[in-house]
């Protein structure tokens, strides 16, 4: 992999102005979404199942420093492309105990402001052993998202190989096969693209109207099914949800596939620099009231900011986060047998849709609040 110099820079001085501005000596990142976004997409972790992985990066005013094993030093310069970069990786034998982050910042030929007794940024709540460290998880999560256009650009491939890869395994969807076939060819459809599917959801039939997080099951596929998607590579996220149903479709699941499409039209048009997540929300909230669902809102959260976590953060009621540029939204509407989701990037001229499927049915909904008019994923008619 090669880095990118000039994103790591760029995202070093970003961090340092916040360092600044919140009075830190240094930073500390455990964080596999952190560490991907500082080192501009290096794959830091190896069990993906865990946030955090064998690498930690510590930061201070004039210093940057990866901590970590010599069994993951050779492939972070060699394949991952850090050894051509400002990093200073210091690799420890596996065997021994680990760095602590605060032992190595009190040292004041590491970094020079380790007698000024200012505090540490941490990504993590979890204690590190002695040091004035204070918890940055929240703002650090809203640095990511504010993606360079280096970063903008990586996320547009990313949602088309997103959606390449969501409609190639929906083609080979087929009634008899269980859920776990299904999501097997979904992540085998995404990981020939270089993706992880990071979330990888299945539910078929009955499944799609009890549960909106549906982990895939022993369940065999009669005629409704959903696949929901969220794809990382290089530490970018997209997200996307499809549906197929075989045969014809009940009016039922029509109407509430509908009035998904319009609550995510909403958003979609409210997905605008300036605008706050709760302005967003409220949006939703009216187009669920119109559609004839005003309580469907509270049965699952809408989405949010996506970036290097699947959501960096929510949209809630009177959330207060402003939308900018550069922003890359991930809005999920659902009702019961329904669902809309795709990946949207906030520009100034109006939101951009990143993981749009050519070729797949849509749904022409209307904004109630402006009239516009969005197209939206329809359920594929099999």
């Not at 959606?163 to 929906?170: E, G, L, V, W």
Request: some cysteine; overall charge negative.
């Amino acid at each position: 992999m090669k880095i990118n110099n000039d994103e790591v820079v760029e995202k070093l001085i970003r961090l340092r102005d916040f360092m600044r501005r919140e009075d830190l000596a240094a930073c500390i990142l455990r964080r596999t979404a952190s560490l991907a976004w500082i080192t501009a997409g290096a794959r830091t972790y190896v069990n993906t199942a865990n946030g955090e992985g064998p690498v930690t990066a510590v930061i201070t005013a004039d210093r940057q420093m990866l901590l970590t094993s010599e069994i993951e030093a050779p492939r972070l310069r060699d394949e991952e492309g850090l050894g051509s970069t400002a990093w200073d990786i210091i690799a420890d034998p596996w065997y021994g105990t680990a760095r602590n982050p605060a032992d190595l910042l009190r040292d004041p030929g590491v970094n020079a402001d380790a007698p000024s007794g200012k505090r540490t940024g941490c990504d993590t709540a979890v204690p590190i052993r002695a040091g004035n460290i204070v918890d940055i998880g929240g703002p650090l999560a809203r640095l990511r998202s504010q993606l360079l256009p280096v970063e903008q650009r990586r996320a547009e491939v990313l949602g088309a190989d997103c959606a390449a890869a969501m409609q190639d395994a929906c083609e080979s969807v087929e009634p008899g096969q269980s859920e776990y076939e299904i999501a097997a060819l979904l992540w085998k459809h995404a990981q020939r693209r270089g993706i992880q599917a990071v979330v990888n959801l299945v539910a078929c039939d009955e499944r799609i109207h009890r549960y909106r997080h549906p982990l895939p099951t022993s369940a065999v596929l009669h005629r409704h099914a959903m696949l929901v998607l969220c794809g990382r590579r290089n530490g970018l996220i997209t997200s996307m949800t499809r549906i197929l149903h075989f045969g014809p479709l009940p009016e039922k699941i029509r109407a509430r596939q509908n009035a998904v499409a319009s609550v995510d039209a909403a958003m979609i048009a409210a997905s605008r620099p300036g605008t706050t997540t709760g302005e967003i929300l409220d949006h939703a909230i009216a187009g669920y009231t119109t559609g004839g669902f005003p309580e469907a809102w509270r049965e699952h959260h809408q989405g949010g900011i996506t970036a290097y976590e699947p959501r960096e953060f929510l949209a809630v009621p009177g959330g207060e986060d402003r939308l900018v540029a550069g922003m890359l939204c991930a809005w999920n509407p659902s009702l019961p047998g329904a669902k809309s989701e795709d990946t949207i990037l906030v520009r100034e001229d109006g939101p951009q849709i990143l993981t749009s499927t050519p070729g797949w049915p849509a749904i022409q909904a209307t904004d109630v609040r402006t009239g516009a008019t969005i197209e939206r994923p329809d359920i594929l008619i099999r």
